[in-house]
């Protein structure tokens, strides 16, 4: 690793850290998400005024359910088929899909859609029982960054509504492996 790559790297890994643990202290209480520290585009998350249109893409990963713009969608964890437990500064990094969900025109889905209320009262859109959201880090459509982050955060697979791989109920750790081998912390 070059001089430049650890200096890059040691400066996302502190604004990880920063974002992490805000998202740690938030998980635990019902605070309502941040909008002043949420990207617009994804405040939305691919969701028109009428609600979020799931499509699917296929990724290294296999076939993701994806956001009308083609950005992968995720499950977390913590989360129940009626809660989110992601809000605050995690609901920044991690922006819940919001609107009443609908496939894409010529997309069939085998799972379930539905929505949840949020702690802020807004809709979050659910597919087979899994809060839906989008990963500020993925930057292009069909990008899997998310999966494996603190080892709870997963791809949503359109034929079964579950994670790429295997889920763990283990304490997060610091750093996890992305879907793209790389290591990072958020």
């Given at each position: 690793m070059n001089r430049?790559?650890?200096?890059?790297?040691?400066?996302?890994t502190v604004a990880a850290l920063a974002a992490l643990a805000g998202c740690a202290q938030q998980n635990g209480g019902a605070s309502a998400a941040s909008s002043a520290s949420q990207p617009a585009a994804s405040a939305s998350s691919g969701s028109g005024a009428s609600g979020a249109v799931f499509g699917t893409a296929d990724t290294s990963l296999g076939k993701v359910l994806t956001d009308s713009h083609g950005f992968t969608l995720y499950r977390f964890d913590p989360d129940t088929p009626t809660s989110s437990a992601c809000t605050?500064?995690?609901?920044?990094?991690w922006p819940p899909v919001t609107g009443m969900p609908s496939a894409a025109s010529g997309t069939t889905l085998p799972g379930?859609?539905?929505?949840?209320?949020?702690p802020d009262g807004s809709t979050q859109a659910v597919y087979d029982g899994h809060p839906a959201y989008r990963y500020t880090q993925d930057r292009a459509p069909g990008q899997?960054?998310?999966e494996g982050v603190l080892g709870t955060w997963h791809v949503i697979k359109p034929d079964a509504g579950a994670a790429a791989?295997?889920?763990?109920?283990?304490?997060?750790?610091a750093a996890a492996t992305t879907g793209s081998g790389s290591t990072s912390l958020y």
């Open positions: 430049r790559t650890h200096v890059v790297r040691v400066g996302a605050g500064e995690c609901a920044a990094l379930k859609l539905s929505t949840i209320s949020r899997t960054n998310g791989g295997p889920s763990t109920t283990s304490a997060p750790s």
